[in-house]
């Protein structure tokens, strides 16, 4: 009798701890299928309300985030390619590093966030936008620098040929010493007389600017004192007016030496040498 109530008693016993045992694991199975439950319905209810938003289905919303990540990894392609052309054009030019630099954190675009890649993207376009407007300014600088040693060359070529004209027009023209008319007349052979030795006492101007000389006032006024230009340019060297004259001589209507004394004036003052107002005659067909 007493060992039938000790078996009973064990089988209770196992009965109790077996039910309390089971009973623990329906708790904790409980728990976490409750968590699991309360994340996942965080997540169906973030869509949901994103869905109810813009009226799209579910799946919808996973195809239009597929379109903007494709979009914005076209278009930081898209911006990579156009920055290399940039920094291939700001060799020698501008300093490449700010733009380098935002390439190469858009460079790995495939492994980043959409925003992120959007940002980036929009930086490195920014930066080649700045950069393409810096070569721009230095080919602009660049341009207009061989423009003006363009310009120069062909004065300095100009001024050149003109000597050189000059020159030949001297040795073969020239008459000779013996037959050279004096000084102080108002004829076109005596007032270059007086124009080559004026230019050389007062002015140090040897022949090549007395040649030079010559072919300007030939073409001005044929060395006559008494040349007036319907513009109103008047004498030797058709002053405008010819009253200008009067500082340096009261008779500057009648002498041709008062004349070529403020035309040598002239000529100095404006452009240094009789070969320089030739030159410019030339050029510009006034001097």
């Not at 001024?159 to 102080?184: K, T, V, W």
Request: charged share 15%.
């Amino acid at each position: 009798m007493n060992a039938k109530r000790k078996r009973s008693r064990t089988r209770s016993v196992a009965v109790g701890t077996g039910a309390a045992l089971g009973l623990l694991g329906l708790i904790m199975g409980i728990g976490a299928v409750s968590q699991a439950s309360a994340v996942s319905s965080a997540g169906i209810a973030a869509t949901t309300e994103l869905s109810e938003s813009t009226g799209l289905h579910h799946e919808q919303l996973s195809v239009y985030s597929a379109i903007a990540t494709k979009t914005a990894h076209d278009r930081a392609e898209s911006t990579l390619s156009d920055a290399g052309t940039v920094i291939t054009a700001m060799a020698n030019k501008v300093d490449p590093t700010p733009l380098a630099s935002s390439v190469a954190a858009l460079g790995d675009y495939k492994s980043l966030e959409t925003d992120t890649v959007i940002e980036l993207t929009e930086q490195t376009q920014e930066a080649a936008d700045t950069a393409r407007s810096a070569v721009a300014e230095v080919d602009r600088a660049a341009a207009e620098a061989a423009r003006a040693q363009a310009e120069a060359a062909v004065q300095a070529q100009a001024q050149a040929d003109a000597r050189a004209a000059a020159a030949d027009a001297s040795r073969d023209s020239a008459p000779a010493a013996e037959s050279q008319p004096d000084a102080g007349g108002n004829t076109p052979a005596e007032a270059k007389a007086t124009a080559r030795a004026m230019a050389a006492s007062k002015y140090g101007w040897g022949e090549s600017e007395f040649s030079c000389l010559v072919q300007l006032w030939n073409k001005e006024s044929g060395w006559s004192y008494t040349a007036n230009n319907p513009s109103g340019a008047t004498g030797i060297p058709q002053a405008l007016p010819g009253s200008k004259m009067a500082t340096a001589g009261s008779d500057w209507a009648t002498n041709a030496t008062t004349q070529i004394s403020w035309g040598l004036g002239y000529i100095k003052a404006g452009y240094g040498t009789p070969c320089g107002a030739w030159a410019h005659s030339v050029t510009n067909n006034w001097y």
